[in-house]
């Protein structure tokens, strides 16, 4: 599973205000079609989402984490320009993973329920081609990213719900659960954030997301054994090093909380049903 590059990636959108006004008749500012969207949708499924069917997504950013496994070495970049030039994005995906045989190892958190049928449908609409994408020929005809069950792609969420036998989880609850810091980048909807101009925010939200993906993909690795804990540890502390990277201030904040994670990683550290770590105290 180590034998090419990791990418983490994600994805963030908007209702597309373009949709709105070409196929409802909408008319109005890009704000005022988008929360007439958003309006029309809560009360459509009763309150249930504010976000439209996958194809009326506007890609806004497209973000990955890539971890280099022979070098050690970790990235955390954005893949598009400015937030509403949706093309960039689009294309920006598809360009990043071509690579024949060489092809990276794609990780996501429902990547494979949303994420990627978004980037299908919106690369349809924009007339980009990615042909290699859907490669399926030679050394991909046991492994592609077109099939569920196959590893080019792992959507984790996927993986750790059995394909669907059990509650598919949010990564956010996941990540508390192995002691990840919290979203805390963005205060409102993403819709929200691009409507006033705050793209760039948006897209070190986007980044985390990405960076908080490939933790949790490490540590189920590490639990199916496909990665050892030392490999874990040195994996993690790339992250940190990519992280101190990164100017936006609120990743000062991921930084510290990554600092010694998982607990159990750490040399005689080992952590209790409750939570606790043991570093060789009695825990009673």
């Known amino acids: 599973m180590f034998d090419r590059r990791i990418v983490a990636f994600d994805i963030e959108t908007i209702p597309d205000p373009n949709l709105g006004r070409r196929l409802l ?7 005022d079609v988008v929360h007439e969207l958003v309006r029309r949708r ?23 984490t890539v971890l280099d496994p022979e070098s050690g070495a970790v990235e955390i970049r954005a893949l598009g320009g400015d937030a509403l030039d949706e093309r960039s994005h689009v294309d920006g995906f598809f360009r990043f993973v071509e690579g024949g045989s060489r092809s990276p190892r794609l990780v996501s958190w429902n990547g494979g329920g949303f994420d990627l049928p978004v980037l299908r449908y919106r690369a349809m609409m924009l007339g980009v081609a ?10 991909r005809r046991w492994n592609n990213y077109q099939n569920r ?26 990540g508390k659960v192995l002691g990840l810091p919290g979203k805390a980048f963005l205060d409102r909807p ?35 054994g496909r990665l050892s804990r030392a490999d874990l540890r040195r994996h993690v502390d790339a992250v940190r090093a990519a992280v101190a990277e990164l100017a ?5 904040e991921v930084d510290v909380a990554l600092e010694g994670w998982p607990a159990w990683a750490q040399p005689n550290g080992a952590v209790y049903a409750g939570g606790g770590v043991n570093n060789g105290r009695s825990m009673v």
């Open 25 to 31: 008749s909408l008319t109005g500012s890009d704000a």
């Open 130 to 139: 990615a042909p290699d994408f859907y490669r399926d020929d030679e050394d």
């Open 42 to 64: 809560l009360a459509e499924t009763e309150g249930g989402t504010e976000y439209p069917q996958h194809p009326w997504h506007r890609i806004v950013s497209v973000c990955v």
């Open 149 to 174: 069950y196959h590893d080019l792609h792992v959507d984790v969420m996927d993986v750790l719900s059995g394909y669907g036998a059990s509650m598919r989880i949010g990564l956010g609850t996941l």
């Open 190 to 224: 993403i819709y929200e954030h691009i409507l006033a101009g705050e793209g760039p925010r948006v897209t070190e939200y986007c980044k985390l997301d990405t960076v908080e993906t490939l933790l949790v993909f490490l540590v189920w690795a590490h639990h199916a």
């Open 248 to 252: 936006y201030p609120a990743w000062r």
